[in-house]
């Protein structure tokens, strides 16, 4: 049986748990534990690209113990193989027949370490994994539990032995989540316990279930979201497939992630419907991952989120009734 949805208030507290959780760990990044927990609530996959020393593998971590249920790490390497993923069909002499043994997929949370460093055939076995929630070996369909989420890290600096994410596999990621440098205050107090016995994610104890998760998963899906407010989306989306700059704009499945994103950050905080603030609040970290910039844009050193921008102030916003 599917755990029953759980009320907005204890979500919110559900919620405000697990960020407490997490920042034991990673001191300074408030927001960003707070969106990577948003993409967990709307049972998405999430992609955490930094530069090295961030903190991108300890966040991924954090959370993994934080919720309890399983949790398995893959390191992505150049040799790593589709079966080292999925899993493969051995033949058992004992019982002279094949059997399966399942690969690092089959979790609840799977951190892809380092995605970028495996080769794109390796990187296409989680993609009807992360997009359908299973895997086929040898013509057999194997169901993944709920929840499934992979936390994968990339670092987008040192390219040398990596293989970037064909643009089909980064749409499966809801959101694609930058960690940035700490605040002063913060690297202050990071230097002052150096010397101390660290607190690290392996030493977290989990502050909910798997149950949990699905439980706020299935009262933030049913979040209100008014049709005004699905038009507005929906007009984002728009602009950027006209937008000059663009050679590819955002699919009608970023359309619905930014709607489940919204969803999942409203239930946060609390609230059972959605309001033009959250759309705004999510919709770099949703789409900014799935355009495609013209060369003359990027010559000019125009980002996604400088496209978005323009987006997000040429496109009304819709007014409460009354």
């Not at 893959?74 to 589709?82: A, G, W």
């Not at 899906?221 to 704009?249: E, F, K, M, N, P």
Request: aromatic share 4%.
């Amino acid at each position: 049986m599917q755990p029953a949805a759980a009320p907005r208030g204890e979500i919110a507290q559900f919620f405000d748990a697990l960020c407490g959780n997490v920042e034991r760990v990673i001191q300074g990044k408030a927001e960003a534990i707070r969106l990577a927990l948003v993409c967990l609530i709307a049972e998405g996959h999430l992609l955490v690209q930094d530069v090295p020393g961030v903190g991108k593998t300890t966040l991924a971590k954090a959370i993994a113990r934080s919720i309890g249920g399983s949790y398995h790490r893959i390191q992505f390497t150049p040799d790593l193989l589709p079966s080292d993923v999925t899993g493969v069909s051995v033949w058992n002499r004992a019982t002279s027949e094949f059997e399966f043994r399942r690969g690092g997929v089959f979790a609840n949370i799977v951190l892809a370490d380092e995605i970028n460093r495996a080769s794109p055939k390796t990187q296409a076995a989680l993609l009807e994994a992360m997009e359908e929630r299973q895997v086929t070996v040898d013509a057999r369909t194997y169901r993944l539990a709920r929840p499934f989420v992979v936390i994968a890290t990339q670092n987008p600096v040192e390219l040398e032995g990596t293989y970037p994410l064909p643009e089909a596999q980064l749409d499966r990621f809801l959101l694609r989540l930058p960690i940035g440098y700490p605040s002063r205050e913060a690297e202050m107090r990071l230097l002052a316990s150096q010397g101390a016995a660290p607190l690290r994610p392996e030493d977290l104890e989990p502050v909910a279930t798997a149950d949990d998760v699905l439980a706020a998963a299935r009262a933030a899906a049913s979040v209100h979201v008014a049709s005004a407010l699905q038009g507005y989306i929906v007009d984002l989306v728009d602009r950027t497939r006209r937008h000059a700059d663009l050679v590819l704009g955002v699919s009608p499945r970023g359309a619905l992630a930014l709607q489940r994103a919204s969803r999942a950050f409203a239930a946060s905080e609390g609230r059972d419907y959605v309001i033009p603030d959250d759309v705004k609040r999510l919709c770099h970290v949703v789409l900014a991952h799935r355009v495609i910039l013209e060369p003359e844009a990027v010559l000019r050193g125009t980002s996604a989120n400088d496209v978005l921008d323009s987006v997000l102030a040429s496109t009304p916003v819709p007014r409460a009734a009354g």
